[in-house]
């Protein structure tokens, strides 16, 4: 299995610009995570899905993000629009029922 | 409001050494408590973990210590070697589902 895959790795937009992230979780993996890293806050957890039904969206931002899960195989995660303070390192995690989650390799957001 | 503090941003260890890295949480029901491992430009990995019913897990060089009373619990690599330069990123959760992480600790292990 290529493990969680994201893209793009890297993202340099401006200020106002719509951004989107993607990932492809582990075939059979029944949840997917969205995580943001930064280094005042370490890793925070986004929103994540379970059987593509979003579950908890609690820590998503503000009204500026969303994110979509529209097949087991695929999900987004949108910033619209775009802020400097946006930018950090987005990763996706799927797992299993009652496994540990495996993370992507993240995609690096600057927001400039 | 951080559930999950490691107070320590960063942690220099010799190698052959141990390395102690050190986390606490607020929420008495956490009862699931795990480790991660992040090399620059990769995702975290998973390490090694513990459940609130048991106060020690080992897994080759690595331990995970537990002190519910304290609120507390350690991660202890001996003996440090320069491959285990990382961060490491505490993480607790509730849920079977749901994880809450650190700030994490950069370990550098120098010879």
């Known amino acids: 299995d290529a493990g969680v895959i994201q893209s793009p790795r890297h993202e340099v937009t401006e200020m106002g610009q719509e951004v989107t992230l993607r990932c492809k979780p582990i075939?059979?993996?029944?949840?997917l995570f969205w995580y943001r890293q930064t280094m005042m806050r370490g890793l925070e957890l986004l929103i994540y899905?379970?059987?593509?039904?979003?579950?908890?969206d609690s820590g998503m931002p503000e009204d500026r993000f969303s994110a979509k899960m529209p097949n087991a195989s695929f999900s987004t995660l949108k910033i619209q629009p775009s802020e400097p303070r946006d930018s950090a390192v987005y990763f996706c995690?799927?797992?299993?029922?009652?496994?540990?989650?495996?993370f992507g390799p993240g995609t690096r957001l600057l927001v400039l | 409001d951080q559930q999950v503090k490691q107070n320590s941003p960063s942690l220099s260890v010799q190698e052959g050494r141990i390395s102690i890295l050190n986390c606490d949480y607020t929420?008495?029901?956490?009862?699931?408590f795990l480790w991660y491992k992040k090399y620059p430009a990769e995702g975290p990995t998973f390490l090694i973990s513990i459940s609130s019913i048991k106060d020690k897990n080992e897994d080759g060089r690595f331990t995970v210590f537990l002190n519910k009373s304290a609120k507390h619990l350690s991660l202890h690599i001996v003996p440090s070697q320069p491959g285990d330069s990382a961060v490491y990123f505490c993480?607790?959760?509730?849920?079977?589902?749901?994880?809450?992480f650190g700030t994490g600790t950069r370990l550098q292990v120098f010879p």
């Open positions: 993480a607790a959760n509730s849920r079977a589902d749901k994880l809450i």
């Open positions: 075939s059979g993996h029944d949840y």
């Open positions: 899905f379970n059987n593509n039904v979003p579950i908890d």
């Open positions: 929420n008495s029901m956490f009862d699931y």
């Open positions: 995690a799927s797992a299993g029922v009652g496994e540990t989650q495996y």
